[in-house]
């Protein structure tokens, strides 16, 4: 059973279609990447999953059917537009917003505890949460979301105000969240975050799905035919079949000329006796991979 | 009914738990208990509290005396000293050993004419008790019960002559109180759905609402809110009450008027019939107002489109007061948002007849329901509104989305 499943959902706002006949699923034990540009539609869908709007066309399962009260406790959520009750100290806010979650009281003191030191925040628990930095309440935030141990977890820009420790720190987190089989969706623009944790992704550009699967059949979707070369020796000036050579850090990107394979190009190179160190096909990155959809998305519109 | 219960505590302590509230509920009283003590200090520190002479030719004031005080006052005792004629009284007077004198010739009986004689000002409250002694010797030797009821006045119990309107005329502190009492509750009832309204408000602005409505349903959320929200009042209101009561057990004994309070228990009923329903439909408008804004003082400012009609009979209080049958004080019974205050002060003044009251709270009752039926449309459309108050027609298109 698939936790999340989205099923060719549209949804109209007045007289924009927010989104536009989307459909992915998200497996457990994974983190999935829910990515597009600012406005794309993201935090809609997530809406929609989460049954905070209907959804004008198509079905959402979440946990084996459509969403109910009794779910909401097996969900942990981390909105964009983060918020804590500002006046009050740190352990009842996120004691009451656990409560809010149907755990007990003697199990959030418990979890609290723990987490609370796990995020460095045990000295600040009882300070006003107004009191504290933007990254302790990002922290705060996620404990918030993670404190009833939901079988499903939708995170919003979870780095974001979060130093390089910290932001590692999380990272081993939702590991840790996706060994023990939790099923995460991952919102962020931070692309070298999600080809670093995600294992699938869906763009959402202007409503619409633009790209889904593994980063490998996304990537190898877009590759091209230029191949990434390093070499104990310098390469010749004129290769059959390349049509340029580019210098990438340590790489030698050979831009090869239509019709010609990288196989006949490696053969070319062997039988010229070239020592190659390394040699692959050039995937372009996600974040090359993001501007040319959206780029593309953009003049077609 | 958990999450219900979570959150009405959780909004209940955000509110009293606080200095400010604290601070609010317990400031008033005090403010009230420190003006009444100054204004006592002030008369009892400025009074004149120099014996009053007197020269009584004709001995009038010989048999009795004035009974002991058991009232309380912060005005003087009046102390008498006799002097034998006018001259010695003077003297007196011009060495400052007495205030004032009275001089009371032997035809005092026939012409009512006496003199009284002072320097600087004359104390009215001195004039009363000196009054009260004259009076209380020249009934002496008349029969008892006659001699009473001359001291002790007449009382009017005046009606109309449908018997709906009867007020007594000394009574004066029964028509005060329910008056009063209801202007008490209107005003908890408005800061109490002004806190309300703060917190919805609040949630948006902190952002506090997405994670809130991904835990509990919005039924429970406004319940749980508005019942915080009731809780808070009915706190400052008990302990508003209980401080009143406090000073009443402490002076009726003392001071007359106090003592002569009754409330009735058809009031006190009628009190919680017309406050309940008010107070959900209060707190259900202003949890509406708060959904729809997006910010405090944009909804302290369209909350303003319904306190006001629900606090403007008191403008009327007057044609309220002398006619409260009028079409006047019918109109406002009839209309829901004015009905409140207009019934609590027309049943200090006249016996409502019951079909009317069954109509007036019904209305109320249906505008509570009404209200969190709205609450609940608003809420849901206009809880992730961040950007721009909503419409009427928005409310009820989006809700549905």
Known sequence: MQPIIVDHIQKNFVKTRAVDDVSFAVDNAEIFGLLGPNGAGKTTIIRIILDIFKPDKGTVSILDGPMNEAKKDRIGYLPEERGLYQDIPLDRCLSYLAGLKGLSSSETKLRLSKYLERFELT??????????????????????????????????????????????????????????????????????????????????????????????????????????????????????????????????????????????????????NIPIEHFEIALPSLDEIFIRVVTEGTAKA | MKKTLLVFWQEYKRHVIRKRFILMVLSIPALIAVVMVVAILGVFLTQDKRPVGYVDQAGYLAIKQLPARVEFSPEPELQLIPYENEKAATTALNEGAIQAYYILSPEFTETGEGKLVYIKTWNGNLAFQFNRLLRLNLTDSMPPE????????????????????QMSEDAWGNLIVPFAAGLLIMVIIMTAGGYLLQAVVEEKENRTIEIIITSVSPNQLMTGKILGDIAVGLTQLLVWFGFLAGGYFLVRGSVEW??????????????????????????????????????????????????????????????????????????????????????????????????????????????????????????????LNYGKRLSLKEIFTRASA
């Open chain 1, 123 to 272: 000295p600040h628990r009882s300070k006003k949460v107004k009191e504290l930095s933007k990254g302790m309440q990002q922290k705060a935030q996620l404990i918030a979301t993670l404190i009833h141990e939901p079988e499903v977890i939708i995170i919003d820009e979870p780095f974001s105000s979060l130093d390089p420790v910290n932001t590692q720190m999380v990272k081993d987190l939702l590991d840790e969240e996706r060994h023990k089989g939790r099923a995460i969706v991952m919102c962020t623009h931070q692309m070298h975050q999600v080809e670093e944790l995600c294992d699938r992704i869906v763009l959402i550009d202007r409503g619409r799905a633009m790209l889904y699967g593994t980063l490998e059949e996304v990537r190898s979707r877009y590759a091209t035919q230029d191949i990434l070369v390093n070499a104990s020796a310098p390469l010749p000036h004129h290769i059959p079949g390349v049509d340029r050579i580019e210098d990438i850090n340590t790489h030698k990107k050979l831009i090869l000329k239509t019709g010609i394979t990288a196989q006949s190009v490696l053969k070319e190179l062997v039988q010229q």
């Open chain 2, 146 to 165: 006659i001699a009473n009821r001359l001291m002790e006045g007449e009382e009017f119990v005046i009606t109309s002559l449908d018997q709906t309107r």
């Open chain 2, 258 to 383: 106090v003592g002569q309070i009754e409330i009735s228990t058809e009031y006190l009923v009628l009190l919680v019939l017309v406050v309940i329903p008010t107070f959900i439909t209060v707190a259900a408008l202003m949890a509406a107002i708060g959904s729809i804004t997006t910010e405090l003082r944009e909804a302290q400012q369209i909350s303003g489109y319904f306190t006001l009609p629900i606090m403007a009979p008191y403008w009327f209080s007057y044609l309220i007061m002398t006619s409260p049958n009028g079409p006047l004080a019918l109109i406002l019974s009839y209309f829901p948002l004015t009905a409140p205050v207009t019934l609590t002060m027309r049943a200090g003044f006249t016996q409502i007849p019951v079909w009317q009251l069954t109509i007036n709270i019904a209305e109320l009752v249906l505008l509570a329901a009404l209200s969190l039926w709205l609450a609940g449309k608003a809420f849901r459309a206009g809880m």
